[in-house]
C-alpha cells in the first residue's frame, strides 16, 4: 500500500552520486542500534550517587530492533496521560539519564510509580538542580556575550525592553493590522520605524545578501545559521515556482559563505503547493489510514508513517473524492520542486529542514517530507529533516512510529523538535466541531512530551544514524537536553545535534549553549519587510509582557551592560589616574 510506483513521477532524478552525506558512511546502514552503551563518566555527585539504583526506563533502554508496539503504546500512555496518570516526567527522565545499563537490566521493568506532576523545575533534589544549572554559566555575563558588541547589546536590550511594554505593543500590533496601512504616507512611517525596531532586532536581512552578512557575524561568533526566507502560504502554481526558485537560491548562496556556517536551509510546503491542495492530500491520506483496504491513492510515493492512532481524524468526516487529473497534476509539480530544491542542497552540501504547520495540513507536509527522505537520506546524516511539534497529543507516539518504519528501511531521519504554534487555532476548530483538542491538555504536558521525545532520540542517534533539531526557548528543556548529551557524548563535532532559536530571541540560552560545546543555530528569517510582517506579529505576541522568554536575556543584558560601564568608567579612572602620574612624573623630571 505504501508502495507508490515512481511510474507516476517520469521526470524525477534520483541523484544517487549525491556527495551528502560525506562518504564515509554506508547507506546499507550497518547501524547497530541494539548495542547497550557503556555507562556514561559520572559528572556531578547526583550521577555518582545514582548509579547505585538501576532504574532502567524503558524509553532509555529502547533498540530500533526492541522498539515493539507494547512500548510505543506504553511510551504514548505516558506521553499523553493525564497529570495524575504513569506520564512520563521530568524527574523520571533524569532518573533515566544517570542510569547505569548493563545487558542484563535492559529488560523492560515495570515504570516506576508516577511522581506528582509539577512544573517541570520542581521537585527535583538539589545536587540535580546544580547539575542542569552547571550546564550554563549565567553568572559570567562577560563570557556570554563576549561576541556581543557594545552597540548591538544596548540596540538588543532596548528593543527587547520596548517589546516587554504591553500597550505600546498592543498599539504596534493593532496599527500594524489596522487600515492605516493602506494609506501611502502612513505605511511608509510604519514600515520606517518598524524597520528600525523590530525588524531589526528579529530579520536576518532584506535579502540574501544581508542575510549573508548576519551569517558571517554569527559564525565568528561561534554560531550558525538556519536560513529561512520569509514566505507565507501560496494558492497558486506560479508563485509556488516563484518561491521554489527562492528556496534554490537560498540553497546555493550558502556557496559563497564559510563552509558550515549555514546549518540548514529552512523548506516550507505551504510555499511551493497551493494550500487548497495539501489539504486534499491530507483528507485522503486520513481516510487512507482509516480504510486502508477501500483507499487506493495512485499517486501515492513510498513514504514513512505520517499517522498513528491518536492522530486527530476530525478534518475528514466523509470520504474524499480521488485527485482530479489536474489535482495530480498540481501535485506532481509540487513534487518536482522539492526534489529541485533537494537536488540543489546535495549538490551544495547543506541539509533542509521543513517546517510544521497546523493538522489540518500537516499530514500533507510530512508526506512530502517523508517521501523526499525516503529518496534522499543515505549514510549517516539526513539530507531531509521533517518537524514534529511536542504540544501534539499523538506526537510522541508518530515520532516512534516514524522513527521504527525508517530504521527497517536502514534510513537516517532527521527531526527538528518543536512545541508548536498554532495552539490557538488548533484548539479553536476542535471547539467549533465539538471534539477534543489535539493539543495537550495542559502546558506540563507539552513540556513532559517534549523533553521525552528529545531524550528518546538523544538515544537513537547517540547509537546510530539520523539527527536532531533541539528548537525551542525554553530553558529547562534546553539544561535537560544538554546535560543528556553531554553524558552521551554527543557535541558540536558528532553534527547529530543542533539547538535552534529564533533571531533576536534566548540569546542567553543561545550563548550559554555555545559556550557549553553544542552545536547552535539562529533560525535568520529573511526578506523585505512588508513580506515579513506576519512573523514580526508572531515574535511580539510572543514577547509581550515582563514575564515572557525574554525576560532572562532583559536582565543578562542588563547587567552586562553595567559591567561594562563599570570596567569603562573604572579603566577611565586608571587611565586618568596614570596619566596623571605620568604628568606628575615628568614634572618631577622636569624639576
Ligand atoms: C528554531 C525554531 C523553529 C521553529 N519552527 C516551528 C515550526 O516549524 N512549526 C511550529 O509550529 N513552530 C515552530 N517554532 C515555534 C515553536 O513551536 C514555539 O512556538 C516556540 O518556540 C515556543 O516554544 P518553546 O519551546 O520555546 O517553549 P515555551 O516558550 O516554554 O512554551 C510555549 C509553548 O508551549 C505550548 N503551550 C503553551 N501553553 C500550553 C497549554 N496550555 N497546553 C499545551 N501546550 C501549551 C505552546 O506550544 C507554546 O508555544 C519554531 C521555534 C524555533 C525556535
Partial sequence: MLLASRKNFPFILINNNNNFPPSSSSSSSSVTFNKIRPPPPPLSPSSTTATTTVSVL?????????????????FTRRVNSSPSATTLTTPRFRSAQRTTINTT????????????RTQPSDNIDQHEQQARDSIFDFEDTKGLFSSVTTGKLIRSAANLNLA???????????????????????REMVLGTIKHTSYEHFVAGADLEETGRTVKKLWESGLRGMLDYGLEHTVDNESCDKNALQFIKTVE??????????????????????????????????WEYKNPTSTHLPWKLKTLPIFSESSPFYHTLQKPSPLTAEEEHDLELANQRLINICNKS????????????????????????????????????????GTIQAYLKDAGERLLETKKA????????????????????ESQ?????????????????????YNDCASFMLDEVSNGAGGLILATHNLESGKLAALKARDLGIGKDSEKLEFASLYGMAEAMTFGLRNAGFGVSKYL???????????????????????????????????????????????????????????????????
Fill in 253 to 286: 548562496s550558502t556557496q559563497s559563505l564559510p563552509p558550515s556556517s549555514v546549518s540548514f536551509v529552512v523548506v516550507k510546503i505551504t510555499a511551493i503547493c497551493p494550500i487548497s491542495l495539501l489539504k486534499r492530500v491530507s483528507d485522503l491520506l486520513r
Fill in 429 to 449: 476548530l476542535a471547539n467549533s466541531l465539538g471534539v477534543e483538542s489535539p493539543i495537550h491538555n495542559s502546558i506540563n504536558d507539552t513540556h513532559n512530551c
Fill in 406 to 425: 525508517a530504521d527497517k528501511m536502514g534510513l537516517p531521519v532527521g527531526f527538528k523538535l518543536v512545541r508548536g504554534a498554532y495552539m490557538w487555532s
Fill in 58 to 74: 524503558p524509553l532509555m533502554a529502547m533498540t530500533t530492533n526492541g522498539l515493539s508496539s507494547k512500548l510505543i503504546r506504553s
Fill in 525 to 591: 528569517p529573511f526578506g523585505p519587510v512588508d513580506q515579513i510582517m506576519p512573523y514580526l506579529l508572531r515574535r511580539a505576541e510572543e514577547n509581550k509582557g515582563l514575564l515572557s522568554s525574554s525576560n532572562l536575556d532583559r536582565q543578562l543584558m542588563m547587567k552586562e551592560l553595567k559591567r561594562r560601564m563599570k570596567a569603562y568608567v573604572g579603566q577611565g579612572l586608571v587611565e586618568t589616574e596614570n596619566q596623571f602620574k605620568s604628568q606628575a612624573g615628568s614634572v618631577v623630571k622636569l624639576n
Fill in 105 to 116: 537490566a535492559t529488560a523492560i521493568l515495570p515504570p516506576p510509580p508516577p511522581p506528582p
Fill in 164 to 186: 516587554a511594554v504591553e500597550p505600546v505593543v498592543d498599539l504596534g500590533v493593532w496599527v500594524m493590522r489596522s487600515r492605516l496601512m493602506q494609506v501611502g504616507l502612513m
Fill in 346 to 385: 546535495i549538490e551544495c552540501n547543506v541539509p533542509v529542514v521543513i517546517d510544521a504547520e497546523d493538522t489540518s495540513i500537516q499530514p500533507g507536509i510530512d508526506y512530502f517530507t517523508y517521501s523526499a527522505a525516503v529518496m534522499y537520506n543515505k549514510g549517516q546524516k539526513p539530507l531531509v529533516y
